[in-house]
């Protein structure tokens, strides 16, 4: 452990234990980490770890609200408190987080600030040449630069050169210019909206206090809608899906991290962000494990699926909308639809086949059905394989190499971690569409065996209930 880790180490756990009143457990510390190849904890790996037992259920930490860095506790939103009116939860905690970092010494998060990381991993930092690692992957379409870009402009930038003298760079600071330029302001929101999508909480009411759909999943309007904070401490902890071992539980004057079962001296604390494909681990947090591998996915953009239908079928683009509107009145339409790995179900959700049970009806019958307001059941037939095996096989063709080749790309140990990290995401997409292929072999040959042109219910009844909720729960295309 260097110096200049245990210095920041030691000011931010007294700070934040005298200062901010939080309470620690002697049985555990922070550890550096670098050499262990650890993911995400801040100030360069800086994790947390077991120096003793620890039962189930044992807190291991309580931090008081009070020292959370959020809208709430900083004294911004009194200065400009109009700037706060329209602004969303993320836009606003980037902004509070710019003014408290502008006034170094004189912000009572100065020790937090110093060990949080300066440089990332995450895809909205990667160059052209990195990104092109990625391609054929759809996370490619989701870093969203640009339109952050778009939105710092229009709100940050505006607000910050509105009232300049509410944003003063500390005398503490490196100097900077004053009034702040528009390109240290873009910057600082970059940097600002890469530490919240990496290590903030929600902090309003508890997550598991959410509803939640079938697959676990809390609505986008309702989690979008919670105040963001970031936790001091709390964000020390890495994620992993095998080995999470505790748990952020909200109070009402504080949080607290306790033990969901035992761990043992010398093991590391994990959080989970849950069933997270590798893509977005690098997208939002800039790094990857092995273990998210069973989590990847491959998405199926509607927009193809029903480009491809229309070809078999020779509709023209009304028709083909019509069917899109119907679903969506419906409540199962979706942008894309994620194929993931083959486990004891389908790697299909039922909602793809529905899609393109629909898309594949002839039209005559596509009336009748629409008529009766009802759709058909979640089920294989060997048309929807043809569909199916065309879009897969169209998707495969937008990676520029093979497994195999990505294989042997990841046996050269002088590759960079950046384009290491790619070419296992992109890897992993593929074997999903090889596995997805052949399970569509394997399901063509069951009902060609049969002789009957109807296969497998996959979940007919979900389907039913899904749609007599009110409305979707996912963002929908039109």
């Not at 990104?131 to 607000?159: C, P, T, W, Y």
């Not at 969901?260 to 997270?276: A, Q, T």
């Not at 529905?354 to 037939?381: D, Y």
């Not at 195999?404 to 070419?423: G, P, Q, V, Y």
Request: charged share 30%; proline share 4%; net charge negative.
């Amino acid at each position: 452990m260097d110096e200049d880790f245990q210095g920041k180490s030691d000011i931010f756990i007294r700070w934040l234990t005298h200062d901010s009143s939080a309470s620690i457990s002697q049985k555990v510390a922070l550890s550096d980490m670098r050499g262990h190849g650890a993911g995400r904890g801040v100030a360069e790996n800086m994790d947390l770890v077991a120096l003793d037992d620890i039962e189930e259920d044992e807190e291991l930490f309580e931090v008081p609200r009070s020292s959370i860095i959020s809208v709430e506790n900083s004294d911004l939103n009194k200065r400009i408190p109009e700037a706060f009116e329209e602004l969303d939860p993320w836009i606003a905690l980037i902004l509070v987080m710019i003014y408290e970092y502008l006034k170094g010494s004189e912000s009572r998060w100065k020790s937090y600030f110093d060990i949080l990381p300066l440089h990332f991993d995450s895809l909205m930092f990667w160059s052209d040449e990195e990104l092109a690692e990625l391609q054929g992957s759809a996370v490619l379409h989701k870093i969203g630069k640009n339109e952050a870009d778009e939105i710092f402009k229009m709100q940050i930038l505006r607000v910050i050169q509105a009232r300049p003298e509410v944003f003063v760079v500390s005398s503490s600071m490196p100097p900077c210019e004053h009034p702040l330029s528009d390109s240290t302001i873009l910057a600082l929101a970059h940097r600002m909206g890469s530490l919240i999508m990496a290590y903030a909480f929600d902090i309003g009411k508890d997550r598991r206090d959410l509803e939640e759909d079938d697959e676990g999943f809390v609505s986008e309007d309702e989690e979008e809608a919670l105040p963001k904070g970031m936790i001091p401490l709390a964000d020390m902890l890495n994620a992993d899906a095998d080995r999470n071992n505790a748990r952020l539980f909200h109070g009402p004057s504080s949080l607290s991290m306790k033990a969901l079962k035992p761990i043992r001296k010398g093991e590391e604390i994990f959080n989970d962000y849950g069933s997270l494909p590798r893509s977005d681990l690098l997208r939002r947090y800039g790094y990857i494990t092995d273990n998210y591998g069973q989590y990847d996915v491959v998405e199926l953009p509607t927009a193809a699926i029903s480009d491809t239908a229309a070809e078999t079928l020779v509709l023209d683009p009304e028709d083909q909308q019509s069917r899109l509107d119907y679903l969506e009145e419906r409540g199962v339409l979706e942008e894309g639809y994620d194929v993931s790995h083959a486990t004891a179900s389908s790697a299909f959700p039922p909602e793809l086949l529905v899609l393109a049970h629909i898309l594949l009806l002839p039209p005559n019958e596509f009336r009748a059905l629409s008529a009766r307001g009802s759709l058909p059941k979640a089920q294989i037939t060997s048309d929807i394989l043809k569909l199916l095996r065309q879009v897969l096989e169209r998707r495969r063709s937008a990676y520029t190499t093979t497994i195999e080749e990505d294989k042997t790309l990841l046996r050269n140990i002088f590759i960079s971690s950046r384009k290491r990290m790619a070419i296992k995401v992109r890897l992993g997409e593929k074997e999903v569409l090889q596995e997805a292929l052949v399970e569509i072999q394997d399901l063509a040959k069951h009902i060609n065996g049969d002789g009957d042109g109807d296969g497998k219910d996959f979940g007919r009844k979900r389907i039913a209930e899904e749609t007599t909720k009110d409305g979707p729960k996912k963002q929908k295309t039109g």
